[in-house]
């Protein structure tokens, strides 16, 4: 079973709107924690924000924050108002287990376009 | 933030040669690092974590004589790439993070383009 699903393999947003991205994941530890990474053309992977399984609100970095939904499983990515730079790949991805434990399982990541 | 580099960023090798691929992390200490492989337009994939002065631990299905890594510092891992083959061509990327905790973050390097031909 997929442990981290990400079901839109592509998005479309225009400039200055905001845009989900959607994420569940699928274990069965209490402690874990959840990244959102950005990758442009460049192959760079880029650090959006994390959210951690025992954190009781939901973690904003900026323009992005993360819909945190313990009970089922989500962990949606919000980009408000997209700017033309935020075109890239963007992967959801779990750590399971403790801190330490710091081995990441991905999804099958989204490609998010932002036009004019 | 941490910063982490990779030496290639691009490689190419004819097939059957090997290809050593380096991962530091360039402003602190690491006694864990993972190395993924991401095919085009594909997820990351990860293939095994690097311990310094130990084994590295492989994931389930990846050939351990055919990816040689080596963790001889806190701040380097290599990855060699033994008899390589088209099917090998991909982006390799590393990421380590710091060993005094602070972040959850993990850092990635920049990647690695390996094409065989």
């Known amino acids: 079973a997929q442990k981290i699903t990400q079901t839109q393999p592509g998005m479309f947003v225009q400039e200055k709107e905001a845009v989900t991205l959607d994420c569940t994941y699928d274990?069965?530890?209490?402690?874990?924690?959840l990244f959102w990474y950005k990758q442009p053309s460049s192959g760079e992977m880029i650090f959006l924000i994390y959210q951690g399984s025992y954190d009781e609100q939901n973690a904003t970095e900026g323009r992005y924050s993360l819909n945190f939904q313990k009970a089922r499983k989500s962990a949606n990515l919000v980009i408000s108002a997209s700017q033309l730079g935020d075109s890239a790949m963007y992967f959801c991805a779990m750590r399971e287990g403790d801190y330490n434990t710091d081995k990441l399982i991905f999804g099958t990541g989204t490609r998010l376009q932002v036009f004019p | 933030g941490a910063v982490v580099s990779q030496h290639p960023s691009r490689v190419i090798c004819k097939s059957g040669t090997s290809v050593k691929i380096e991962c530091r992390s360039l402003?602190?200490?690491?006694?864990?690092m993972f190395w993924y492989r991401q095919f085009p337009k594909q997820s990351l994939m990860l293939m095994a974590t690097s311990n310094e002065g130990s084994k590295a631990t492989y994931e389930q299905g990846v050939e351990k004589d055919k990816f040689l890594i080596n963790h001889a510092s806190l701040t380097l891992s290599t990855l060699t790439v033994t008899s390589a083959h088209p099917e090998d061509s991909s982006f390799y990327i590393c990421?380590?993070?710091?060993?005094?905790?602070?972040?959850?973050?993990?850092?990635f390097g920049p990647g690695t383009r390996l094409t065989v031909t």
């Open positions: 990421s380590a993070n710091p060993l005094e905790r602070g972040s959850y973050e993990q850092y």
């Open positions: 402003d602190f200490q690491a006694t864990t």
């Open positions: 274990t069965s530890d209490q402690s874990y924690g």
